[in-house]
C-alpha cells in the first residue's frame, strides 16, 4: 500500500486533490487538523492534514491514465463474494444432506419435510428444530393442518415488520448503519429513490470518507435521483449540518461501515444519535451471512436502541433462512429487503406472510 500525506485549506479541498491524484480506490487513513508555523499560525484557521492510502503499485498518473482499461476493483471484489457465497452454499447444502442421512426425528413425512425446507433455506438448525416441534406440538393437539400451522409457526419466528412512514411537513433523519460490504450505499440510494416517488422532500447526508469510492458512488445516485448530498468529513460537524436542512421531511444519513472509524466507532455513533436525535436507525445485513457471523454482527451493534433491520442481496442466495435467523437473534422488527442493483427498484417492505410462504414452497 503507497501511504501519501495532504495538507490543505479543508476537508473539500483535501479531497478533490486525492480524488484528482489518486483516483476513487483512495482510502482515507487519519485526517487532522494543524497549525501553520509560525506566530501568524496562531491567529489564522488552521489546516488540515490527511494520509492516504492506495492500494497499487504503479504511480498516480498511469492509474489514471489506465483506470477505463482496468476491471473495477469493486467489481472484482464483489465477484469474489458471489463465489464465496456460492462455495458456502454449495458446501452447508452437502452437509446438511450429510445431516438428514445420519438424523432421524419423531416426525410425520410431511413434518419432515418441512423441517428439510426450512434448514436447506440456511434457517439454524436449532431454529429450525425448535419451528418443527412448535408445528408438531400444535398439530397433534388441534389436529389442524400441517401447512397452516407451519405458516403461522414461522410467522411468529419471522417476528414484526417495520413500515417507515414520516410525518408530512416535517423532519424525519433517518441513519443507515451496518458493516462493510453488505450494499449498504446502494440500499440507501433505493431508499432515496423510494421515498421521492412517494412525494416526500429528500435529503442525503453522507460521513464515509473512508472510501472515496463510496462517496462517488452515492454522489451519481444523488445525481439522479435529483437529490441534494452533502458530505460530512468530520462527525461533530453532522448536527450543524442538519439544521441547514430543516426544509426536508427526509434526511438519510449514510455511516461509515462499522470498523472504518477504529475502536471508538461505538462511543462516536452513540454520541452523534444523542446529540443530533436522531429518529431512525436501520442496520443492514446481508441475508446470506452465515447464523455465527451474524450473531456476532448483530451482537456488535446491540448498544443501539430501537433499531430495525434492513436485509440485503436477497437476489444473490434466494434463500430465505437468514431472515429467520436475523429475527431470531435480534429480536429486532425487520423493515425492507433488497432483492437486486437496480436504483430506483430493487427493494420492498418486508412482507412475512410472502416470506413465510417462500420458506414453506417446494
Known amino acids: 500500500m ?18 484528482e491524484e489518486l483516483g476513487s480506490d483512495a482510502v482515507i487513513l487519519n485526517s487532522r487538523p494543524i497549525r501553520k508555523k509560525g506566530i501568524f499560525g496562531i491567529f489564522s484557521k488552521p489546516d488540515v492534514e490527511v494520509f492516504v492510502g ?11 491514465e489506465n483506470n477505463d482499461n482496468k476491471v473495477n476493483d469493486h467489481d472484482i471484489s464483489e465477484l469474489e463474494s458471489k ?11 452437502y452437509n446438511k444432506f450429510q445431516h438428514f442421512n445420519r438424523t432421524t426425528f419423531d416426525f410425520s413425512d410431511d413434518l419432515n419435510k418441512i423441517f ?26 388441534y389436529g ?15 417476528g414484526d415488520s417495520y413500515k417507515l412512514e414520516p410525518v408530512r411537513n416535517k423532519m424525519t433523519t433517518v441513519m443507515v448503519v451496518g458493516p462493510t460490504g453488505v450494499g449498504k ?16 422532500k429528500v435529503s442525503l447526508i453522507t460521513t464515509d470518507v473512508y472510501r472515496v469510492a463510496a462517496f462517488e458512488q452515492l454522489k451519481i445516485y444523488a445525481s439522479i435521483l435529483g437529490v441534494p448530498i452533502t458530505c460530512v468529513y468530520r ?51 446481508n441475508v446470506s451471512t452465515a447464523y455465527q457471523s451474524c450473531k456476532r454482527i448483530i451482537d456488535s451493534y446491540k448498544f443501539l436502541k430501537n433499531y430495525k433491520i434492513i436485509i440485503t442481496k436477497i437476489d444473490e442466495c434466494l434463500n ?13 422488527p425487520i423493515a425492507f429487503i433488497t432483492n437486486g442493483q437496480h436504483v430506483p427498484g430493487d427493494i420492498s417492505f418486508f412482507d412475512p406472510d410472502l416470506i413465510a410462504r417462500k420458506l414453506l414452497s417446494d
Open 2 to 19: 503507497k501511504i501519501k500525506r495532504y495538507v490543505a485549506g479543508n476537508m473539500q479541498e483535501a479531497f478533490e486533490r486525492i480524488r
Open 54 to 64: 492506495l492500494d497499487n503499485h504503479d504511480d498516480a498518473k498511469e492509474h489514471q
Open 83 to 93: 463465489i464465496n457465497t456460492l462455495s458456502t452454499t454449495i458446501s452447508t447444502f
Open 116 to 141: 428439510e425446507k426450512l434448514q436447506l433455506s440456511d434457517v439454524y438448525e436449532e431454529t429450525a428444530l425448535s419451528i418443527a416441534n412448535d408445528i408438531k406440538s400444535v398439530v397433534d393437539k
Open 144 to 158: 389442524d393442518d400441517i401447512q397452516e400451522v407451519a405458516q403461522q409457526i414461522v410467522l411468529r419466528y419471522l
Open 185 to 200: 450505499t446502494t440500499t440507501i440510494a433505493k431508499l432515496v429513490a423510494l421515498y421521492i416517488s412517494k412525494g416526500y
Open 235 to 285: 462527525l461533530e460537524e453532522l448536527n450543524q449540518v442538519i439544521e441547514q436542512i430543516k426544509d426536508k421531511e427526509l434526511v438519510f444519513i449514510d455511516m461509515p461501515g462499522k470498523g472504518a472509524g477504529g475502536k471508538n466507532y461505538e462511543q462516536s455513533l452513540s454520541g452523534i444519535i444523542d446529540t443530533c436525535k436522531i429518529d431512525e436507525i436501520f442496520l443492514t445485513l
Open 320 to 332: 430465505y433462512g437468514g431472515i429467520v435467523n436475523a429475527s431470531c437473534i435480534s429480536g429486532r
